[in-house]
């Protein structure tokens, strides 16, 4: 059965600004990058725990989730 936090888009990538990769959960967190790591493995582990923290605390708070709406896009490669 899928965990209500795996609805959320959730993804890593590297920031020049930061010198460091960056954490994004768009539909939890709309301002931005939420955690950084040295590695894009540590950087996504920090947002999962992030994330699962986010998500239980609401529910048990009884806090509404917002919908999980942002997809994962791919540029389209003209054939």
Do not use: N
């Amino acid at each position: 059965m899928m965990k209500t936090q795996d609805q959320y888009l959730q993804f890593v990538r590297w920031s020049e600004e930061d010198g460091a990769y960056v954490g994004y959960c768009p539909d939890l967190f709309p301002a931005g990058g939420v955690c950084h790591g040295e590695s894009s493995v540590e950087a996504y582990q920090k947002l999962t725990e992030i994330v699962e923290d986010t998500v239980t605390t609401a529910q048990a708070e009884g806090y509404d989730l917002p919908p999980a709406s942002t997809r994962a896009m791919r540029e389209a490669v003209p054939v």
